[in-house]
């Protein structure tokens, strides 16, 4: 691992101001383990490491039915899964939260972080997406928001500007019933194959695919042919063969393009199998 400097603000305004200073030759550390092993690699060569953990206002996990859920920017994926009111009102999230890796990994890594680092298969992504997440970002010039699927751009790329960061996601509160389903080789440690949300909020259908294409995405086409007449097993069986036609899956090491395919047709017919 090449030296890098170790940088440790305590509020936002000091971690904005390190990042805006050393711009492209610093990164951001939460969890770390996305950061540190990329480092290791030298896939990652940062001349600063800004490390987050120590700015108190970017913890915690609140909720309200007014307000939704709001997760901190240093918030763990065991905090996620563990917590209460995740659990009940978004369990599609609890459950994207609780698959990802390991308990030692999920000790330490964040939600927040799992988006900023945009891999196509980020198993909280797709809930995310499918809640229309907003993520909240603080920068030289203020703060702002973006729908999490404006914020996500490409693999590895994120819509954050010169010194800018994310503070926090808020999911807002629906109704929804639904399922997380992860594909992977391993039940444990291990990356998903494919990942995929389906829910049902308010009468309509959403749904979400990761790691079939360079970025999660919702797929539009099957939510509509979803909304527009009841769920018959005809339509189910036609919904899983459209969703296959919105992603674009590649060969690698884990599967094949075809494989891909046939689990995000499974992923759509086993879900709404279980909604009808
Ligand atoms: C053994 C192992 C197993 C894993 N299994 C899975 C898995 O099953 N599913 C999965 O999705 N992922 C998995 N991962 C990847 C990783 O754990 C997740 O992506 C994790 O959520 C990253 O969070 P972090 O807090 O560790 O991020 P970090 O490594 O600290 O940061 C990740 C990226 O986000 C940036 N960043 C972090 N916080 C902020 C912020 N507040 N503002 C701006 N930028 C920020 C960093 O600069 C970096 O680019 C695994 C990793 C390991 C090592």
Do not use: W
Request: some cysteine.
């Amino acid at each position: 691992m090449k030296e890098f400097q170790y940088l440790l603000p305590h509020t936002v305004a000091e971690a904005v101001a390190l990042k805006e200073k050393y711009d492209k030759a610093a990164v951001f550390m939460a969890g770390a383990t996305d950061v540190v092993v990329r480092m290791r690699d030298y896939l990652l060569t940062p001349e600063y490491v800004i490390d987050l953990k120590a700015i108190p206002e970017l913890g915690g996990i609140t909720f309200s039915k007014e307000k939704g859920l709001h997760i901190g920017a240093l918030a763990t994926m065991n905090e996620i899964c563990a917590d209460e009111n995740v659990k009940q009102y978004y369990p599609t999230l609890a459950k994207a939260a609780g698959s990802v890796g390991s308990k030692q990994v999920r000790n330490r890594a964040t939600c927040i972080g799992n988006i900023v680092n945009a891999s196509p298969l980020a198993d909280t992504a797709t809930p995310l997406y499918c809640y229309d997440a907003i993520v909240e970002i603080a920068g030289p010039n203020g703060t702002r928001e973006l729908p999490i699927t404006e914020f996500i751009l490409f693999v590895r790329k994120v819509a954050l500007e010169r010194g800018e960061m994310v503070t926090g996601i808020r999911v807002p509160f629906k109704e929804a019933q639904g399922e997380f389903c992860k594909i992977s080789r391993r039940d444990q440690v291990d990356l998903s194959t494919v990942c995929g949300t389906v829910l049902k909020i308010d009468g309509t259908y959403r749904v979400a695919m990761g790691s079939v294409a360079p970025q999660p995405r919702r797929l539009p086409k099957t939510e509509a042919l979803l909304n527009g007449a009841p769920l018959t097993p005809e339509r189910i069986e036609e919904a899983a063969q459209l969703a296959t036609t919105e992603v674009s899956p590649i060969d690698d090491v884990r599967a094949d393009k075809q494989y891909r395919l046939d689990m995000v047709a499974y992923i759509v017919r086993n879900a709404l199998g279980k909604l009808a």
